[in-house]
């Protein structure tokens, strides 16, 4: 059991909050398409598995036209063994999402869509540059239901500055009103080499504070469950039965091939990452020079690895099979920053299962950080 993620490192214009691995230069997108074709073909033996879940992200997969796409699945199915109730996932925004644009993703095998709609307030789409309104993202969703498109995610992010917690919860039931069976939220992050982060170290931006952050998530998790969403990771709620199969596989330690510039790998012992850079990485395609850089991880790394994605899912860390997997008694081991963290609330243990509350996934990282083990 094993996923394929394709990064299509492409937009049409740089939203001013990301960091992603993107270019706005398009010229050389059929190039791009026959190089990760090329990719995928050369790493077929990878992976030694079926593969259940292919995920197109990027970057916009949906501005790849029919043809671009149907080169990408003919490649995939004359590689690899694909599940043929596989789920294909392809990443959109919402501008490309017309009906003719629908039936063809369809046909070519997508079954899942993720809908970048991020807010339904224009004036916050305007100020983060995004390039749709919110008008195009109720008509994307609502095309998408009429080329019977059964598995809907859509992406939202909270703490935008000056909203308040109306706005956020707003936000939050016109998604439900919509009926998506999956919704992931992201709290705004600033990075340094954005836009928005050049603006916030003139002082021209400022972050929403920490304690009305932490208030709009975890009034997210109540209002959505209200809504009939089960949270079952810190940023992911779905309908029951429709938790992402492709990011679950990630979670559990399940291998995957990444491929396309940035994109990572990863086969149970090994990461690889690929170059982040379009031009260098169709140089080294052409060229048949290396670019990845591979690390070899040691059974530290895959420890602390469990501990941080478990952790990040409502099912938490089973303490019983990592004694089992790498021999170690996690509770023995950190017994005191354990009781600790049970006191502050941010964590539970029930049976032998370790997870965080909703406090906790606040700070899932900083939590599985005080677990870890050194080198
Ligand atoms: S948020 Fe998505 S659409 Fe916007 S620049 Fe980043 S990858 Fe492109």
Not at 78 to 103: H, Q, R
Not at 299 to 312: A, D, F, S
Not at 330 to 358: A, M, N, V
Request: proline fraction near 3%; charge should be negative; aromatic fraction near 10%.
């Amino acid at each position: 059991m094993a996923g394929i993620y394709i990064h299509i490192p492409f937009c049409k214009q740089a939203c001013h909050y990301c960091d992603f691995h993107f270019s706005t230069n398009l010229t050389r997108r059929s190039e791009m398409t026959q190089a990760i074709c090329h990719e995928l073909r050369k790493r077929s033996d990878y992976l030694d598995e079926r593969i259940d879940s292919i995920y197109f992200g990027g970057g916009t997969p949906s501005l790849l036209n029919p043809e671009e796409l149907k080169a990408f699945m003919s490649t995939l199915s004359g590689s690899f063994e694909i599940n043929p109730s596989a789920e294909i996932t392809l990443e959109a925004n919402p501008e490309d999402l017309n009906v003719i644009k629908l039936e063809s993703l369809q046909k070519i095998g997508v079954n899942r869509l993720s809908i970048g709609i991020q807010t339904f307030k224009d004036s916050k789409l305007k100020w983060m540059n995004r390039i749709h309104s919110s008008e195009q993202a109720k008509l994307a969703f609502k095309n998408a239901r009429t080329v019977e498109f059964e598995n809907i995610s859509v992406d939202l992010i909270y703490a935008l500055p000056g909203n308040e917690i109306g706005d956020w919860l707003e936000d939050l039931r016109k998604s439900a009103d919509l009926g998506p069976e999956h919704i992931s939220i992201y709290g705004l992050t600033i990075e340094d080499r954005t836009v928005f982060g050049h603006r916030k170290n003139k002082g021209e931006l400022i972050e929403v504070v920490e304690e009305e952050a932490a208030s709009q998530y975890l009034k997210t998790i109540e209002s959505l469950k209200s809504f009939g969403y089960q949270q079952y990771e810190v940023s992911n709620f779905s309908k029951p039965g429709f938790e992402s199969f492709h990011n679950s596989s990630y979670w559990a330690g399940k291998n995957y091939l990444g491929v396309g510039p940035g994109a990572h790998s990863y086969n149970g012992s090994t990461r690889q990452f690929n170059v982040r850079n379009n031009s260098l990485y169709l140089k080294a395609i052409t060229n048949g020079s290396s670019y990845f850089e591979t690390e070899k991880l040691s059974q530290t790394q895959l420890v602390n690895e469990r501990i941080l994605t478990n952790l990040r899912t409502i099912a938490g860390l089973d303490l019983t099979k990592l004694e089992t997997d790498f021999g170690i008694d996690l509770f023995e081991e950190h017994q005191s920053p354990i009781e600790l963290l049970q006191d502050q609330k941010l964590l539970e243990i029930e049976g032998e299962k370790l997870h965080l509350t909703s406090k906790g996934f606040l700070v899932a990282d900083e939590i599985a950080l005080k677990l870890f083990f050194d080198e």
